[in-house]
């Protein structure tokens, strides 16, 4: 079955602690992606790559790192967590960049930073 | 810059009745258009999208949107809504960014309330 797998759904931790949220897809996919989820502001892109070892910034970058070894696996980052990133994160990945083709989506990580 | 504006952050219907959903975009260049669905507890799943070929797009779940240039606009509707309609839908659309790659740019949601 074609999956995208985040891991874990939820985490609660404290301000300053480095975490790291692990996304892999099995769909052989070049494009993967993360998002965060805000109520009222919709999805807004943190990272973007497009093949491994190629990495770029989304449209909120600052406090989050991102690394692309292997195909199947974009992991997210967060070296010092604040609250303000408290949120609901989901990463994404399709077959070569988004044009006309689907995104698939992980189930999502619920992020509470105290 | 592209952008993508949804019109009400909840609409309520009761079950049976019309479900339409607004969205409008903007796009210096011709766009490709996407409704995503968000059930509760989920990540998105593709409801249905537009690529250029018939402006009628059919999707899943009896949903269909229509893209008007003249309107830019890509609204969403269902003729009969059911319960288990009940989630959050997003309007996306692609387009190349100033680095040409293309990227997803998002409305900021609608929640479809449903009621019995």
């Known amino acids: 079955e074609a999956q995208v797998t985040q891991n874990p759904r939820y985490l609660i931790t404290v301000t300053g602690k480095k975490l790291t949220v692990t996304c892999s897809q099995n769909?052989?996919?070049?494009?993967m992606s993360w998002y965060r989820q805000d109520p009222g502001l919709g999805l807004r892109q943190i990272y973007y790559s497009m093949n491994v070892e190629v990495t770029d910034k989304g449209d909120v970058p600052e406090g989050y790192k991102v690394s692309r070894k292997e195909k199947r696996n974009f992991p997210l980052i967060l070296e010092s967590p604040s609250p303000n990133q408290t949120s609901l994160y989901f990463c994404?990945?399709?077959?070569?960049?988004?044009?006309?083709?689907?995104?698939?989506f992980g189930q999502g990580t619920r992020l509470t930073v105290v | 810059a592209q952008s993508v504006t949804q019109l009400g952050s909840h609409v309520s219907v009761s079950e049976g009745a019309l479900v339409l959903l607004r969205c409008n975009y903007s796009?210096?260049?011709?766009?490709?258009l996407f409704w995503y669905v968000q059930y509760p507890n989920q990540g998105l799943q593709l409801l249905l999208k537009y690529t250029s070929a018939a402006t009628l797009v059919k999707g899943i779940n009896g949903f269909e949107a229509e893209f008007k240039k003249s309107e830019t606009s890509f609204h969403l509707t269902k003729p009969s809504a059911h319960m288990s309609d009940a989630a959050e839908y997003f309007c996306?659309?692609?387009?190349?960014?100033?680095?040409?790659?293309?990227?997803?740019?998002w409305g900021a949601g609608t929640k479809l309330i449903i009621k019995p």
């Open positions: 796009s210096s260049v011709p766009p490709y």
């Open positions: 769909m052989n996919h070049e494009y």
């Open positions: 996306a659309v692609s387009a190349p960014g100033l680095d040409s790659n293309y990227q997803l740019i």
């Open positions: 994404a990945s399709t077959s070569r960049g988004y044009s006309n083709t689907e995104a698939f």
